[in-house]
């Protein structure tokens, strides 16, 4: 089986950084890709940002354009979110997703494995 733990998250005042670890275990075969997502109580989970098995193909939602930047180190397949100038909107629960085809996805239905989920708090 694959799991995934995020860590990293916290409590933060709003311009802050904040930085993401999601390390991925067990056994995957063959290319894949892994994500960010992030829910809030009342709301859909909402597509953050995601990277390929190569690294060279992102994608990022509009509201985080050139504050996040999303990574993979394939040699420990650890996945990264660099968070910088937090916004309260930011808040949220934030998790890390992994799927099995190498394709990018913006949707949560595209993944199959989902880590437990790390607590982002910003203040104003």
């Known amino acids: 089986q694959v799991q995934l733990v995020e860590s990293g998250g916290g409590l933060v005042q709003a311009g802050d950084s904040l930085r993401l670890s999601c390390a991925k275990s067990g056994r995957t075969f063959g290319s894949y890709a892994m994500g960010w997502f992030r829910q809030t109580p009342g709301k859909e989970r909402e597509f953050v940002a995601a990277v390929d098995w190569s690294g060279g193909s992102t994608a990022y939602a509009d509201s985080v354009k050139g504050r996040f930047t999303i990574s993979l180190d394939g040699a420990t397949t650890t996945m990264y979110l660099q968070m910088n100038s937090l916004k309260p909107e930011d808040t949220a629960v934030y998790y890390c997703?992994?799927?099995?085809?190498?394709?990018?996805?913006?949707?949560?239905?595209?993944?199959?494995?989902w880590g437990q989920g790390t607590q982002v708090t910003v203040s104003s």
């Open positions: 997703a992994a799927k099995r085809v190498g394709r990018i996805g913006v949707s949560s239905k595209d993944y199959d494995y």
